[in-house]
């Protein structure tokens, strides 16, 4: 089996298209509300265009793009975006997860339109970081990776 | 024992089938859970989430409004369901480093 690294076109090819992957990724995430769409696709997205470099160049390379520690880091951040977003909304006075106290506008249907895309964020960073860090997780000690 | 275990659980499958025999089809408009009105006479969920989703939060897509605002409780669920799944993959496949 020849090495992946020293294929010029693999690398090329992927080095072109990972940007496009993750540009789209956040045009799912961010426009979650008027197409199909949201966190948890947009997500999956972001996490494929950074597992393509990764297979394309091998993981060593890969780490100058998106460390091996930072994965479950990311995934705890998303969820404790999502919670904190929760968890404001109570401290505004309302209950939990309810949008309409965050105050985020005059309105409290934009309030609650752009308490939605709070959540998405954090959702789309959770399952981005989860995705990467299994991938990186199985690899893990694998001498040819 | 495992031949018992074998009859339980094709049992169980032909229970599944014969049970989802009796459920409604897809779509089906005379069905109960796709009436307008409940037993009750309260309006269903689905007519509500129809009729004031976008009233609610200003955002057309209604499965985005599901999901995040009226079922928030439901995502933050997944979401942590997730996280637990990573940090078993961290916790089983991370190699110790050797204190030798």
């Known amino acids: ?145 | 024992m495992k031949i018992v275990n074998l009859f339980i659980l094709l049992a169980f499958f032909f229970l599944m089938i014969y049970a989802s025999a009796g459920l409604p089809d897809r779509g089906n408009n005379r069905a109960r859970m796709n009436q307008e009105k409940s037993l009750a006479g309260s309006p269903n969920a689905p007519s509500y989430y129809i009729h004031y989703a976008e009233r609610d939060t200003h955002t057309p897509n209604m499965v985005t409004v599901i999901l995040a605002d009226y079922r928030g409780y439901d995502t933050l669920g997944e979401e942590t369901v997730i996280l637990t799944a990573g940090l078993i993959c961290f916790l089983i496949l991370r190699k110790k480093k050797k204190q030798r």
């Open chain 1, 1 to 145: 089996m020849t090495r992946h690294q020293d294929n010029p076109i693999v690398i090329l090819i992927s080095r072109l298209l990972s940007p496009f992957i993750m540009l789209f990724a956040l045009y799912v995430i961010f426009h979650g509300h008027y197409s199909p769409g949201g966190g948890f696709q947009g997500g999956t997205m972001l996490a494929a265009s950074i597992l393509l470099i990764r297979l394309s160049m091998g993981s060593e390379i890969a780490q100058l793009q998106f460390k091996r520690s930072w994965g479950t880091r990311l995934g705890s951040t998303g969820v404790l975006i999502y919670f904190a977003t929760g968890l404001f909304a109570m401290l505004m006075g309302g209950t939990f997860l309810n949008y309409r106290f965050l105050s985020l506008s005059k309105l409290p249907e934009y309030s609650r339109s752009y308490g939605i895309l709070l959540v998405e964020i954090g959702v789309g960073l959770a399952v981005m970081g989860i995705l990467v860090a299994i991938y990186d997780d199985l690899l893990e000690g694998d001498p040819d990776d």
